[in-house]
């Protein structure tokens, strides 16, 4: 595997924010949010989507005797 500069420095930073939570990810969350919401932008939520199941029988059909 070719070692990727871009790859290494997103991990780094990972590792770099993660630590300086303690690696608590409620803490990490909250913080975001708290970042999020100092932006001037709007915060675009999509509802989510259904997605259609199929129920597939796996007995076979019981033959005609």
Known sequence: MTDDPILADLYRFRE??????????????AYLREEQ??????????SPK??????VDLLPEKQAA
């Open 37 to 46: 919401a100092k932006e001037d932008r709007p915060i675009i939520s999509f």
């Open 50 to 55: 259904r997605i259609e199941t199929k129920v």
């Open 16 to 29: 770099e924010l993660a630590a300086r939570f303690n690696y608590d990810v409620d803490a990490l969350v």
